[in-house]
Nanobody, 128 residues
Framework: QVQLVESGGGLVQAGGSLRLSCAAS????????MGWFRQGPGKEREFVAA????????YYKDSVRGRFLISRSNAKNTVALQMNSLKPEDTAVYYC?????????????????????WGQGTQVTVSS
């Protein structure tokens, strides 16, 4: 049974930092491309960042590029999202997701592919 469990969310002031972690079990993480998504209040879920299975390719949503950093440890079965210079508009529930992308032709495939497994999410609230 595949499980993705997010942690590290919380309340932080604008300009602050948080580090989210996703612990994976029931799958061989090194065979999955991993992504972070978020859903803000009253908004649809959106792509935030993704990393290919070996960490070779990384893709970010434009509004977080330069502020967020995605990383993974296949040995520890974890994926992390370091979030710096947080803004109130980053407030959302953040989800970790796993996919196996075949024949990636563009970095944007990491954003648009249908992810197979999802975590329950962790709340991030940024106060102004």
């Amino acid at each position: 049974q595949v499980q993705l469990v997010e942690s590290g969310g919380g309340l932080v002031q604008a300009g602050g930092s948080l580090r989210l972690s996703c612990a994976a079990s029931g799958l061989t993480l090194s065979t999955y491309d991993m992504g972070w998504f978020r859903q803000g209040p009253g908004k649809e879920r959106e792509f935030v960042a993704a990393i290919s299975r070996a960490g070779t390719y990384i893709y970010y949503k434009d509004s977080v590029r330069g502020r967020f950093l995605i990383s993974r440890s296949n040995a520890k079965n974890t994926v992390a999202l370091q979030m710096n210079s947080l803004k109130p508009e980053d407030t959302a529930v953040y989800y970790c997701a796993a996919a196996q992308i075949a024949g990636m032709s563009s970095l944007s495939d990491l954003a648009v592919t249908p992810y197979e497994y999802w975590g329950q999410g962790t709340q991030v609230t940024v106060s102004s």
